[in-house]
């Protein structure tokens, strides 16, 4: 029986050598961190985790290296972002090999090579007939969006499409997914700055880079709101927003390395070309994270 994903899954950096190796020793401090904080599984080989940049045999050792952290109970997520039906097929066989427990699968991005509707029906139905475990659908890319309809399809005729990650949009979005599928599939909330909210509205847990950050704050923030601690909750929220406002966009991966470095936390390197951050938007990371 499919695990329950729910709750606080942060997605983990991949720390990489000058070289562009990728530092297992790095990595498993990064995933000690989230699992004293409290969470409730991990992801690998998401944005996060600078994924595109990522082989199969990659998302391979990542899979090992979480699976020696986590327990049974907790929960493993594969980032799969491939720009073809094939290679995403490829890419989750070789996850649930490994031993995820589920593969957050990003829409094709290149832009000639959008598909229309149906097509991202084939791409997530043909994943799904021939990978044979949870598919959660990673809802990032702004010129290929999963709309409400084409989800609620997916979740009503497919096996194992279970549930989105809902990147773009804003809290609007996610409210729209849940408003389309009711109970019938899972919402991960991707909102960084506005989580609690995100949970109000029927998130049933968060993917979300933010989490990797400050896990333990995170975990407190979900754990109050699921106990009907909402102004506690809420309280988190507040006290993360103006954090996170110098951290998304363009460059994401370094600019969030470059925060943990801040926090004293020893991320490793970005995968070439993301090489070079700014002076001053160093000083602006430096700013909003002195106030913690």
Known sequence: MAKEITGIIPPIVTPFDADGTINSRLIEKEMKICIEAGVHGLSVGGSTGEGPTLRDEELVELIHIAKGYLREDQSLVCGVMRT??????????????????????????????????????????????????????????????????????????????????????????????????????????????????????????????????????CVEMWNCQQSGKRERAFEIQNQLYDKWQCLGGNQFPIRLKYALEVLGREPGYCRSPITYLPEDEKARIREAFAEK
Do not use: H, W
């Open 84 to 217: 073809c039906t094939r290679d995403a097929v490829r890419a989750g066989l070789a996850a649930k090999e490994a031993g995820a427990d589920a593969i957050m699968v990003t829409p094709t991005a290149y832009n000639v090579l959008v598909p229309n509707e149906q097509g991202m029906f084939d791409f997530y139905s043909t994943i799904s007939k021939e990978v044979q475990m949870p598919v959660i659908i990673y809802n990032v890319i702004p010129q290929n969006t999963i709309s409400p309809g084409l989800f609620k399809r997916l979740v009503e005729e497919t096996e194992y499409v279970r549930g989105v990650k809902q990147s773009v949009g804003g809290v609007q979005a996610l409210y729209a997914m849940r408003m389309a599928v009711g109970r019938k599939g899972n919402i991960y909330a991707a909102t960084d700055d506005m989580l609690y909210t995100c949970y109000e509205l029927g998130a049933c847990g968060a993917i979300s880079a933010i989490l990797s950050v400050f896990p333990k704050e």
